[in-house]
Each structure stands twice: as structure tokens, then as C-alpha cells.
């Protein structure tokens, strides 16, 4: 929420708003990309990423109630995205985070 009625800060447009939401979007689909590769093109990244990854759209996901419906859209789509990149990392990622994932 925009608290318009401080001084020195404007409540953003809705076209603003929607640069930044189609922005957000554009980002984590290069993240996603970046994750599905991984398997075929090791990028010597840390198991410990991926699972960060996963920690953080599972706190996007629960947050998503605070949110205005529009940005809650883009958080629950870009979470869900994210997630679907990261199983394609194969049984062994999914094994040891199954817990967490039957929770979502």
C-alpha cells in the first residue's frame, strides 16, 4: 500500500504499477530458464541456491493475502513458476523437499 498522504511520496500510477508487475514477471522468468538449464549446463551453482529458490516462492506464496489482487496474481504466478522450474531438476531435488512441497 501507497501512503499517499505523506510527504514528498505519490501513490504510483496504475501504469507504473503494471511496468513494475510485467518487470517482476520478466525477471523471474529468466530466473526460471536459468534454473531449468541447470541440468543439462551446470552452472556450478550450490544445491543450497535451489533450495533458497524454493524457501523464497514458498514465502511469496503464504504472503500473498497482504497484497492487492493484481500484485497478488503476479506473486502467485511467479511462484508457481518457479517452482515448476526448480522439480525439473530432477528426484533427487524433489525427494529431499517433497515435505515442503505437499504443503503448497
Given at each position: 500500500?501507497?501512503?499517499?498522504?505523506?510527504?514528498?511520496?505519490?501513490?504510483?500510477?496504475?501504469?507504473?504499477?503494471?511496468?513494475?508487475?510485467?518487470?517482476?514477471?520478466?525477471?523471474?522468468?529468466?530466473?526460471?530458464?536459468?534454473?531449468?538449464?541447470?541440468?543439462?549446463?551446470?552452472?556450478?551453482?550450490?544445491?543450497?541456491?535451489?533450495?533458497?529458490?524454493?524457501?523464497?516462492?514458498?514465502?511469496l506464496l503464504k504472503l500473498?493475502?497482504?497484497?492487492?489482487?493484481h500484485i497478488a496474481a503476479?506473486?502467485?504466478?511467479?511462484?508457481?513458476?518457479?517452482?515448476?522450474?526448480?522439480?525439473?531438476?530432477?528426484?533427487n531435488f524433489v525427494r529431499?523437499?517433497?515435505?515442503?512441497?505437499?504443503?503448497?
Amino acid at each position: 500500500r501507497w501512503p499517499a498522504s505523506m510527504p514528498g511520496q505519490v501513490a504510483p500510477s496504475s501504469s507504473i504499477l503494471t511496468i513494475a508487475l510485467e518487470e517482476t514477471l520478466g525477471h523471474s522468468y529468466g530466473l526460471a530458464a536459468l534454473v531449468v538449464i541447470v541440468p543439462h549446463r551446470p552452472l556450478y551453482v550450490s544445491f543450497d541456491m535451489s533450495a533458497g529458490i524454493l524457501d523464497t516462492t514458498t514465502q511469496l506464496l503464504k504472503l500473498t493475502s497482504d497484497h492487492d489482487v493484481h500484485i497478488a496474481a503476479v506473486e502467485v504466478e511467479v511462484a508457481w513458476m518457479l517452482i515448476a522450474s526448480l522439480m525439473l531438476l530432477g528426484p533427487n531435488f524433489v525427494r529431499s523437499h517433497l515435505p515442503q512441497l505437499l504443503v503448497l
